[in-house]
Nanobody
Framework: QVQLVETGGGSVQAGGSLRLSCAAS????????MAWFRQAPGKEREEVAS???????KYADSVKGRFTISKDNAKNTLYLQMHSLKPEDTAVYSC????????????????WGQGTQVTVSS
């Protein structure tokens, strides 16, 4: 079972930056695809960005050009670099691992982190 732990959340002013990390452990060799999700109060969960085993990435239109997903395989860590943050980005951000994927198109998410709060103020 893959364990995922997110860190790096916090409060930031609009226009600021944050970098989220997701450390994975246990059976990481089985991970085919990973993604960042977020859920804001009163809204449905949204897939923000995903990355395939080969490094291909995909982004939601709402964050394209502002967020960058990356990974360090040696450290078993997934990252989400967020720039030009907006109040609309306020949400709990969670990372997830999938058992399969076609490039950055993940399917079968079966491991989730506990989430980290990101709050962006005006």
């Amino acid at each position: 079972q893959v364990q995922l732990v997110e860190t790096g959340g916090g409060s930031v002013q609009a226009g600021g930056s944050l970098r989220l990390s997701c450390a994975a452990s246990a059976y990481t060799y089985t991970i085919k695809c990973m993604a960042w999700f977020r859920q804001a109060p009163g809204k449905e969960r949204e897939e923000v960005a995903s990355i395939g085993s080969g490094g291909s990435t995909k982004y939601a239109d709402s964050v394209k050009g502002r967020f960058t997903i990356s990974k360090d395989n040696a450290k078993n860590t997934l990252y989400l670099q967020m720039h030009s943050l907006k109040p609309e980005d306020t949400a709990v951000y969670s990372c997830a691992a999938a058992r399969g994927g076609n490039g950055p198109l993940c399917y079968g998410y079966n491991s989730w982190g506990q989430g980290t709060q990101v709050t962006v103020s005006s």
